[in-house]
């Protein structure tokens, strides 16, 4: 029930869906991950967020993001958060509550009307 330690809120995700999909107007030209959401374990950076390991003595804030983030997102990913980890992503169960946060899942109804086509 501590899935995420960050979720992108819901106002900066609708804007963002609304940049993506205005970067590609053209249906037949967008890229292969067009649109498609997903998430990264704490242990990728991304520039401006936290990336912690699950470790507070190696939390930090990378000033660059991991190559493989940046990949994705030329691909038109769509990134909504950075889920828990165990420390150093050595444990069985994949998370925390070193530094879980709880998060209600967002209307459906409400999704739905902001999903990017």
């Given at each position: 029930?501590c899935?995420?330690i960050y979720?992108r809120p819901?106002?900066e ?11 590609y ?14 998430t990264?374990?704490d ?6 967020l936290?990336?912690?390991t ?12 991991a ?7 030329n691909?038109?990913?769509?990134f ?8 150093l ?8 509550l ?6 209600i899942?967002h ?10 086509h």
């Amino acid at each position: 029930d501590c899935v995420f330690i960050y979720l992108r809120p819901k106002e900066e995700s609708i804007q963002a869906a609304k940049e993506l999909e205005s970067q590609y107007p053209d249906r037949n030209a967008r890229p292969p991950l067009f649109g498609i959401p997903f998430t990264v374990k704490d242990s990728i950076d991304i520039a401006g967020l936290q990336t912690t390991t699950g470790c507070p003595p190696l939390a930090r804030s990378p000033a660059e993001s991991a190559v493989i983030y940046d990949r994705v997102i030329n691909e038109g990913a769509f990134f909504i958060g950075k889920t828990n980890l165990e420390q150093l992503a050595t444990g069985m169960t994949g998370s925390s509550l070193r530094f879980a946060v709880k998060y209600i899942a967002h209307n459906l109804q409400d999704a739905e009307a902001h999903t990017v086509h």
